[in-house]
């Protein structure tokens, strides 16, 4: 079930508005679904709307409404467009941001972009991007596959969250940048985000996880649970299409991870000991939550990490177990009844 959160309105996303109102029946008539619906807001906005970084238009516009009236913003207030129009229809929708390369407004810098995803009966959680076609810049409505703006580059993430409102950094760039020459010096960053695992990402991985078996064994690492922790083992996880990972990171430093088996069994959550009690573990559960639609999940829980587990949501349902020289604590999403 979606998070009612993904249908709210707010002083940004103000589908109450009369213009927004009419517009977004107007792109509903004649649809019999809501990919239907979906599609036409998203080519709506799309190919009416000026992406205001590549038509350099001297406007700044923030609220959905605005974007509507001036029928000009950059990607983040084109993602506010498309979700107050979506959201009237009463399809859920969320904003999605990505870390990339900003070249061509200014070299050697990174920046945000926005986007936004929407859930979609047939398909679950689909993103779109309607920053606006361009050479080189083709996105497209195709569920179930996704066609973005942009293929990702080396050092440029996707934000693995979806957000059901516009994030406060992207909220005050628009706010006190208002001419294009403000803005193009002013991109929004995010210093800290959760990102989907890359294999690049295995030695850092295996070195985290290494430094934390001191709170699963009392004794010298096993050799069967070093080899586990071993790089090209994870390599080998993070290319396999039964789990996935997904990483926090701080100034493109990982602090911690989470790793999912056959989207049911929470296989690894590791964050490094110098950043816990600082709510990462939860940043990434909720990031998993979204992304997988989790209705079901197990984990064998280190018994240091029962309460963390807790925290998160899961409960006890069988006794303590041990595996070779591994304590652990079976547990379950609290959702279900242990069995």
Not at 188 to 210: I, N
Not at 257 to 274: E, P, Q, R
Request: proline share 2%.
């Amino acid at each position: 079930m979606v998070d009612k959160s993904y249908l709210e309105e707010s002083e940004i996303i103000n589908f109450s508005d009369s213009s927004l109102q009419s517009q977004a029946k107007n792109l509903s008539q004649n649809c019999n679904s809501d990919k239907e619906i979906a599609k036409n807001c998203f080519e709506y906005v799309l190919n009416e709307i000026h992406h205001s970084g590549d038509y350099k238009d001297e406007i700044t516009t923030l609220k959905a409404s605005d974007v509507l009236k001036y029928k000009t913003g950059w990607c983040y207030a084109k993602s506010h467009l498309l979700a107050a129009l979506l959201r009237a229809n009463k399809i859920p929708t969320g904003f999605c941001y990505q870390r990339l390369s900003c070249g061509e407004y200014k070299d050697n810098i990174y920046c945000l972009h926005g986007l936004n995803a929407v859930y979609l009966k047939d398909f679950g959680w689909y993103k779109i991007d309607a920053r606006g076609n361009k050479k080189g810049v083709e996105a497209a409505f195709t569920p179930p596959f996704e066609k973005l703006a942009f293929e990702l580059k080396e050092d440029e993430f996707d934000l693995a969250t979806i957000y059901s409102k516009p994030l406060e950094t992207v909220v005050e760039t628009l706010q006190k940048n208002r001419s294009y020459e403000q803005m193009v010096n002013k991109l929004p960053l995010l210093d800290e985000f959760v990102r989907k695992a890359k294999v690049s990402d295995s030695e850092k991985l295996s070195l985290l996880t290494k430094s934390l078996t001191p709170f699963l064994f009392e004794e010298k690492l096993p050799k069967w649970f070093e080899n586990e922790l071993s790089v090209k083992s994870f390599e080998q996880r993070i290319l396999s299409n039964e789990y996935q990972h997904f990483v926090y990171t701080k100034d493109n430093i990982i602090l911690g991870f989470i790793a999912i088996k056959n989207k049911n069994h929470l296989y690894h959550l590791f964050v490094d000991k110098k950043y816990h009690k600082l709510g990462i573990a939860n940043k990434l559960w909720q990031s998993v939550k979204t992304n997988l639609e989790v209705s079901d999940m197990i984990v064998n829980a280190s018994l240091y990490a029962i309460k963390v587990y807790e925290a998160l949501g899961f409960e006890i349902c069988e006794e303590e177990k041990q595996y070779l020289q591994l304590k652990f604590q079976p547990m379950k999403y609290k959702s279900h009844i242990c069995k």
